[in-house]
């Protein structure tokens, strides 16, 4: 049996990121071949995911980038079993190198970026190893991307919540982009505007309006009239550039932007959340 040294086990946690000891023990297994290592290291880390595939991965974190000219914005989950590895410093290290890749290579979707290189590896098999090393179950939980004139984005404090927002112009003070993220952070609009709201919630909205005017005794037209009414307030209050600007609510978010430029609009926005 070939003597394992610690050089060669801090060799191959650098190459893996597992443990010393898990290290070792891979090795000694291997008889000091690092390939074969690796790959134990990695079915470990595959007996462990599949243990653990009925478990829920209820925590983790939300992550948000643009690219350098702001013309791609992308936000990804990693989620785990626990708040505790959710703060631990390699599982966030893991979240911002795939977050990078999203950026670099700008997937179609997320089982397209499951299929990213990542430290000579998929990120899916990435994670698979990672799942082995922390110990619980691990899964790259969304994918979201906005490609426009400009992008803005945002990640809460804790980051459990991130938010991105698209503009039909470029050139912007970077500020702009913030607060709009930050607003569909704390207000979660249903959809830009009003044109943007599907009809099967226009439909549930004026069903909710008309069932409150009977409960409150009103007939005929004006049963009508009231679910109208507060229709109009739910696209004050969901959609987007219709909401009071949360940093200055005695304007609309339409006007915070059009006090910008006239014309400056939102294209898309996301908006992504762990507990969602």
Known sequence: MAQITATEVNKLR??????????????????????KATQIIRERGQAIANKRS???????????????????????ALKCETDFVAKNVDF?????????????????DLEALKTVALDGKTIAEKIIEQTGI????????????????????????????????????????????????????????????KDFVPQSVIDK????????????????????????????????DSTLLNQDFIKESKISVKQYLQQTE????VTAFKRCSIKQ
Do not use: W
Request: hydrophobic share 40%.
């Open 14 to 35: 650098h190459m893996t990121g597992a443990g010393m000891m898990d290290c070792k023990k891979a090795l000694t297994e291997a008889d000091g071949d690092f390939d």
């Open 262 to 265: 006239k014309d400056l609009t």
């Open 205 to 236: 909205e004026l069903e909710i309006g008309r069932h409150q005017a009977i409960a409150d005794g009103k007939t005929g037209d004006l049963v009508d009239k009231i679910a109208q009414g507060k229709l109009g307030k739910f696209y004050k």
């Open 92 to 108: 966030i290290k893991i979240a911002e190198s795939i977050l990078d890749k999203a950026l670099t290579n700008n997937p179609a």
């Open 134 to 193: 922390i110990g619980e179950k691990l899964e790259l939980g969304f994918y979201e991307k906005i490609e426009a004139g400009q992008v803005g984005f945002y990640i809460h404090s804790d980051k459990k919540l991130a938010t991105l927002v698209g503009f039909n112009k470029s050139g912007l003070n970077v500020q702009i982009g913030k607060d709009v993220a930050m607003q569909i952070a704390a207000m979660d609009p249903v959809a830009i505007d």
């Open 54 to 76: 009925d478990r829920e991965a209820s925590e983790g974190i939300v992550l948000a980038a643009t690219n350098e000219n702001q013309t791609l914005g992308v936000i990804i």
